[in-house]
């Protein structure tokens, strides 16, 4: 009987948490699974629960992983860092040894294509092994779940060899295939320009409905089986209360940050520059979360936290927020 694989995990931030934790109860007991994590107090908390499910350790650096591990998941911040975890030359992915492991590194954070790229190129030419793209849509609640959409760029190959992979963490009729190198991104960041600028929109609305003097839950409803409905809609309408699920409820606690939101907001604009594609919203949407990563209000929170600058103070925090 073949040995049982060895799974390596970096990144067990809010997203990445969860993501681990599923992998681990739906893979082989007997498999191990070493995690990377900077920081200690949610790596030894995740080791402390993982342990009871099967062999879980803990490596310092990635290099440690490759040594070790055949399947390699990435779930970091952003593309500077992923390009390090890979590349850094005494202790990235790439600086183990080739030796006689065929790796298979699945790279599910949200970056840059263009990062994305280089990565694969540095991937081919250390010959340790299979790279894909593979970020993913949902949020913290899906990653907890286990439900989470993958959208996976690269060989169709590749694509069959993660399925069984990525399925442990999503929905396996939503591991997507959406082309070659670097498709799985630009899908990822289309869909999230989609949902930002919707949700800009979303707050327009309950807003102007709410000084109107509509009930919030009434035209949400409403909204919800009308043409108006969005994903955010239905489950993260901006007016708290309305929905006991939604981040507005919450308070607009921590999970997908503003910062990040402006991140991938910013690389789909960046996309649609360089494959020359029109676009109307792109400017106004960059602006409201360029404001909202400034202002206090919306620094560091959830990024649907957006709503305050538009609903407090009569909107006075936007400025005059226009399309040049």
Known sequence: MA?????????????????????????????????????????DKFISEASAVGPTVTAETPKEIAEQASIIITMLPNGAIVKSV??????????????????????????????SREVLEAVKKSGLGDFIDSPVSGGIPAADKGTLTFMVGGPKELYEKA???????????????????????????????????AYIALCEG???????GLDPKILANVINVSSGVSWNSLYMNPVAGVQPDASSTKGFKPGFTTELAKGVIDMAVQLMDEVGAKHVLANVTKDVYTRAVNNPKCAKQESRSTWRLIAEDDGKDLGNTVIQ
């Open 163 to 197: 399925k069984p992979i990525l399925s442990k963490m999503g929905k396996e009729e939503n591991i997507i295939y959406c082309g070659d190198a670097g498709a799985g991104l630009a899908t990822k960041q289309i869909n999230n320009y989609m949902a930002y600028t």
């Open 86 to 115: 890979f590349t850094n030359p005494t202790n990235g992915l790439l600086a183990a040894a080739k030796g006689n492991t065929h790796r298979f590194f699945l790279e599910c954070s949200t970056i840059e294509v263009s990062i």
């Open 3 to 43: 040995d049982a694989p060895i799974y390596g995990f970096i990144g067990i931030g809010n997203m990445g948490y969860g993501m681990a934790t599923n992998l681990r109860a739906k893979i082989s007991k007997s498999s191990k699974l070493i995690v990377c994590e900077l920081d200690k107090a949610r790596r």
């Open 206 to 212: 309950m807003n102007a409905g709410v000084k109107f």
